[in-house]
């Protein structure tokens, strides 16, 4: 059974850091590209970031680019984001999300239950 479970969110003010945490169990870990998702509140998913299977391979939303960092430990099944410089608009419940296939350019399918940041002064 697929599992992903996410950690790390908290209130912080603008500016601030956070780093978030996805332990992922019930599949190969390294042969699937991960994503972290969002949806701020009354809004849809946003797609913010994305490595491939190898971590070779991140792509960042216009939205994010520079302040977050995606990464992965294959070793330990966990994916991560760093997030610096943190704005009011990145209030949202983040998802950590299983790709479809080690490529990220096949999307994502299951996702956790999500952790939620605020960021607010």
């Known amino acids: 059974e697929v599992q992903l479970v996410e950690s790390g969110g908290d209130l912080v003010h603008p500016g601030g850091s956070l780093r978030l945490s996805c332990a992922a169990s019930?599949?190969?870990?390294?042969?699937?590209?991960m994503f972290w998702v969002r949806q701020a509140p009354g809004k849809g998913l946003e797609w913010v970031s994305r490595i491939n299977g190898d971590g070779g391979i991140t792509s960042y939303a216009d939205s994010v680019k520079g302040r977050f960092t995606i990464s992965r430990d294959n070793a330990k099944n966990t994916l991560s984001l760093q997030m610096n410089s943190l704005k009011a608009e990145d209030t949202a419940v983040y998802y950590c999300?299983?790709?479809?296939?080690?490529?990220?350019?096949?999307?994502?399918?299951?996702r956790g239950q999500g952790t939620q940041v605020t960021v607010s002064s």
């Open positions: 999300a299983k790709g479809l296939s080690r490529s990220y350019f096949n999307g994502y399918g299951y």
């Open positions: 019930g599949f190969t870990f390294s042969s699937y590209a």
